[in-house]
């Protein structure tokens, strides 16, 4: 039977530790960019009802104008 190295196990275990706490940073920014994400696609309704109303506006002076010629 081989002889076990607990060195290079403790060393393995702590780069595996290492690594997971990596992914738990990750997962967090994950989670911020979707909640982001979230409430950009929440407001989208509004921001194209104030769009609408801008080009509305805009068509009305663009009528005006051409009316005063």
Do not use: C, K
């Not at 196990?9 to 738990?24: F, H, K, P, S, T």
């Not at 920014?29 to 509004?46: K, Y």
Request: net charge negative; hydrophobic share 45%; aromatic share 6%.
């Amino acid at each position: 039977m081989a002889d076990v190295d607990f060195n290079f196990l403790a060393r393995q275990n702590e780069r595996i530790l290492y690594d997971l706490a990596g992914v738990g940073d990750e997962l967090r920014v994950q989670g911020a960019m979707t909640l982001q994400l979230e409430w950009a696609v929440a407001s989208l309704p509004e921001q194209v009802h104030v769009v609408h109303n801008q080009i509305g506006h805009i068509n009305d002076r663009l009528r005006q104008l051409e009316d005063a010629r």
